[in-house]
């Protein structure tokens, strides 16, 4: 059964960095389109990158300047570099498979997901 453990997250400072780590558990990472979504506290959980299956990359608005998706399918895991990261970034991280856009509804149960906290 596929399982989601996101970690990585945690408090950083504006303008500091974190890398959230996806790995993959009971499904093959490279098979699917995987993304990484997040959720601010009262809001919807959206998704914030995608990779397709070809390495196709995409991106929400302007976070391509900050953020990078990437996945290692030597250990199978999925990743989000996240730099000069700002206090809207703060949200609950999750990751899942099956989409790599937003309007698709993504395979995966979701995990915990890690958090994000940006303050000062």
């Known amino acids: 059964q596929a399982q989601l453990v996101e970690s990585g997250g945690g408090l950083v400072q504006p303008g500091g960095s974190l890398r959230l780590s996806c790995p993959a558990s009971?499904?093959?990472?490279?098979?699917?389109?995987m993304a990484w979504y997040r959720q601010a506290p009262g809001e919807q959980r959206e998704l914030v990158a995608g990779?397709?299956?070809?390495?196709?990359?995409n991106y929400v608005g302007s976070l391509k300047d900050r953020f990078t998706i990437s996945r290692d399918s030597t250990n199978g895991t999925l990743y989000l570099q996240m730099n000069n990261l700002k206090p809207e970034d703060t949200a609950t991280y999750f990751c899942?498979?099956?989409?790599?856009?937003?309007?698709?509804?993504?395979?995966?149960?979701w995990g915990q997901g890690t958090q994000v906290i940006v303050s000062s």
């Open positions: 009971g499904w093959k990472l490279s098979a699917y389109d």
């Open positions: 990779i397709s299956r070809n390495g196709r990359t």
């Open positions: 899942n498979f099956g989409c790599a856009i937003s309007k698709c509804r993504p395979i995966g149960s």
